[in-house]
């Protein structure tokens, strides 16, 4: 009998002791999983540039809108100036994971882009912001092919190039052999106006003018105090190019990993950051052409009408030619080419 008792009681303190342990077990699991569930998500986004030129301060807003809100749950690692990965290796980069997401320029991948390339050339842009809103909106509804194992995270654009040179440039003449830096798009630009393009990053462009590789650049007019460019190149041709597409991509496993409560905030982000990036660039413009023209001596070179007439000829025939070569391989050229007409009269009124 006594036994028995003895047994009953090891028994009931095993059992006690069992579900004490249990519970304190389950209690550990628990709060573990709360301490995970409050770590935020850490995702790193590469760029080639400082992290004072406009695309990247359009990064650093973009993160401060997402970590908003979502409260917090998303956190973003910036890479600025080729830190992790350069302009041209930002595609691969991003697809490998190397960065979780990377913001570049599309002309510096030229013939991937084909329908991009027609809405790139000059096309009556009159800034920064109906740009990138156009842009947006065409990748949006025209997806590129080579986008298409990657998130599209936002679009915009640069305000319409212009040449920033050693030395005047206000005729066809002047512009003969001319060895000015270009991104990819403005190669048949440039040739068709007689001068001799050289494609490298703008990162590269500081050094390139200081040591007389190129005698100028031909790009929106930010960069003239962004990279300090107006210490080097003393003279813009007041003359509207081709505009500069940039597209921020995420990696796809990336973005299926997310919470579906933080895509939708990046999704609504696209295109308010699309056209914040715009109206900051063209405020920013206004500010570099100042600090370039009052301390540096900057000075904005007119064409005559007949020979802006003559430029614009020979331009027409480029574009034209871009929605025919995009027709032949089988894309909407000739449909995106309206469209895209269409959409700058919309957002410029």
């Not at 991104?183 to 990053?201: C, K, Q, Y």
């Amino acid at each position: 009998m006594g036994d028995k008792k003895n047994h009953s009681v090891v028994f009931f303190l095993f059992t006690f002791l069992f579900f004490v342990l249990a519970g304190c077990g389950t209690e550990d699991v628990e709060s573990k999983s709360a301490k995970a569930a409050d770590k935020p998500i850490k995702l790193s986004y590469a760029f080639f540039a400082p992290d004072s030129t406009f695309p990247a301060i359009q990064m650093k807003e973009w993160a401060k809108e997402l970590e908003s809100r979502t409260d917090g749950k998303v956190k973003i690692d910036m890479f600025y100036g080729a830190t992790l990965l350069e302009a041209n290796n930002m595609f691969d980069g991003v697809a490998n994971g190397t960065a979780d997401i990377g913001l570049t320029a599309t002309t510096y991948e030229p013939g991937r882009f084909p329908l991009l390339e027609i809405s790139d050339l000059p096309s009556g842009y009159p800034n920064s912001e109906v740009a990138s809103r156009v842009v947006n909106s065409l990748i949006q509804e025209y997806p590129p092919e080579a986008l298409k194992d990657f998130k599209v995270i936002t679009a915009f654009a640069t305000e319409p190039s212009y040449i920033q040179s050693r030395v005047p440039i206000s005729n066809l003449k002047e512009m003969t052999g001319k060895q000015l830096r270009i991104s990819g798009g403005l190669t048949p630009v440039m040739e068709r106006l007689g001068a001799a393009p050289v494609g490298m990053s703008q990162a590269e462009v500081p050094e390139a003018l200081q040591t007389g590789v190129i005698e100028g650049n031909v790009s929106s007019r930010e960069v003239l105090k962004d990279f300090k460019l107006a210490e080097t190149v003393k003279f813009v041709t007041d003359y509207p190019f081709a505009i500069t597409s940039f597209v921020s991509v995420m990696n796809k496993d990336t973005w299926e990993s997310l919470p579906k409560d933080v895509q939708e905030v990046i999704d609504e982000l696209n295109s308010e950051m699309g056209q914040f990036a715009g109206k900051y660039l063209d405020k920013h413009v206004e500010d570099s052409m100042k600090w370039s023209q009052e301390e540096q001596e900057l000075k904005v070179i007119p064409l005559t009408d007949e020979e802006s007439s003559k430029w614009d000829d020979l331009l027409r025939e480029i574009q034209e030619k871009a929605v025919q070569s995009a027709d032949d391989k089988g894309l909407p050229g000739s449909v995106y080419h309206e469209r895209l007409y269409e959409l700058i009269d919309e957002y410029s009124n």
